[in-house]
């Protein structure tokens, strides 16, 4: 089992960076996929970012160019640098993980969420 807190969120204007972290313990190693999600209101959950056990990046064309996801070496945190903020990036954002070993595309464990919130 994994834990996952998120941090990090909050309230800025349009054009500023916030830097999301996602503090994971328990059962927690490198060998997994982790990422971000956020759901907007009204809308459906959408994967953001992650990051492959090997390091591979994945981002959503939404956020190309301005949000880089990282992780450290153990996994024990992930981060999401958020940069260049649109109020269109509102929502509560998600840290989860995929169990050990399982490529990203099935997340198993997640967090309980962070808001952010961007106005114009």
């Known amino acids: 089992q994994v834990q996952l807190v998120e941090s990090g969120g909050g309230s800025v204007q349009a054009g500023g960076s916030l830097r999301l972290s996602c503090a994971a313990s328990?059962?927690?190693?490198?060998?997994?996929?982790m990422g971000w999600f956020r759901q907007a209101p009204g809308k459906e959950r959408e994967l953001v970012s992650d990051?492959?056990?090997?390091?591979?990046?994945y981002y959503a064309d939404s956020v190309k160019g301005r949000f880089t996801i990282s992780k450290d070496n153990a996994g024990k945190t992930l981060y999401l640098q958020m940069n260049s903020l649109k109020p269109e990036d509102t929502a509560i954002y998600y840290c989860a993980a995929a169990r050990i070993f399982d490529a990203c595309g099935t997340f198993h464990y997640w967090g309980q969420g962070t808001q952010v919130t961007v106005s114009s």
């Open positions: 990051i492959s056990s090997a390091g591979r990046l």
């Open positions: 328990g059962n927690t190693g490198s060998s997994r996929c």
